[in-house]
């Protein structure tokens, strides 16, 4: 059981540039979410969601977009760097039962992302 | 929204008890209160969860008085691993379900 993982560990982007950071799970979690977490912040919600087909925004979602076509990846794309997106980026899944999203979510180790 | 505050620092000692309060006064009825802990370049993880009263694990016990306004998380005997950022997580269960962090009480254990 990986638990959450997350790839690639670090990337350096040049401004404009696009990439794709990958997130997949293998504990059947519905719901999954991305956070960004700048230098001696705390953590922001980018985007989420709730299964398979279903994405919605959170705090801080300009410049990124995500799709959920199956309940294991929750890949999260950015369109056209900018170096304010130098962050670390945190992927979470949680089991939800009933419709209640109350259950501790899991964390991948994050992903390092400079761009200059 | 059930936002949430914390006291941004704390200071303690090794082997004291530390009482990491966080205020969490718009909490819906159905929503739990769930605390992480955060090590640098790390992804946070998960401490205790609690709805009312008080829960006790292996590691820590959580405080909920009977309104559910604020919780408190205590970490008994404490060492210097215990160094870390500490969040306290009260789901937004709105029909949007976002899950969004308070800032975190960043806790500096002294030997």
């Known amino acids: 059981n990986a638990g959450v993982t997350q790839t690639p560990k670090f990337q350096v982007l040049k401004t404009g540039q696009s990439m794709t950071l990958q997130c997949a799970q293998d504990?059947?979690?519905?719901?999954m979410s991305w956070y960004r977490q700048d230098p001696g912040m705390g953590l922001r919600l980018i985007h989420y969601?709730?299964?398979?087909?279903?994405?919605d925004q959170g705090e801080v979602p300009n410049g990124y977009n995500v799709s959920r076509s199956t309940t294991e990846d929750f890949p999260l794309r950015l369109l056209s760097a900018a170096p304010s997106q130098t962050s670390v980026y945190f992927c979470?899944?949680?089991?939800?039962?009933?419709?209640?999203?109350?259950?501790?979510?899991?964390f991948g180790n994050g992903t390092r992302l400079t761009v200059t | 929204l059930a936002k949430t505050t914390q006291p941004i620092s704390m200071d303690s000692y090794e082997g004291q008890e530390v009482n990491i309060t966080c205020s969490h006064n718009?909490?819906?009825?159905?929503?739990?209160i769930t605390w992480y802990q955060q090590f640098p370049s790390q992804g946070p993880r998960f401490i205790i969860q609690g709805y009312k009263t008080k829960v006790t694990n292996e590691v820590a016990s959580l405080f909920i008085p009977a309104d559910r306004k604020s919780s408190t998380l205590s970490l008994p005997r404490v060492s210097l691993s215990d160094t870390a950022v500490y969040y306290c997580?009260?789901?937004?269960?709105?029909?949007?379900?976002?899950?969004?962090f308070g800032s975190g009480t960043r806790l500096l254990v002294r030997p």
């Open positions: 969601s709730v299964g398979a087909g279903i994405t």
């Open positions: 979470a899944s949680s089991y939800s039962s009933g419709g209640s999203y109350n259950s501790p979510l899991h």
């Open positions: 997580l009260v789901a937004q269960m709105d029909s949007s379900y976002k899950l969004i």
């Open positions: 504990m059947n979690h519905e719901y």
């Open positions: 718009n909490i819906a009825t159905n929503d739990y």
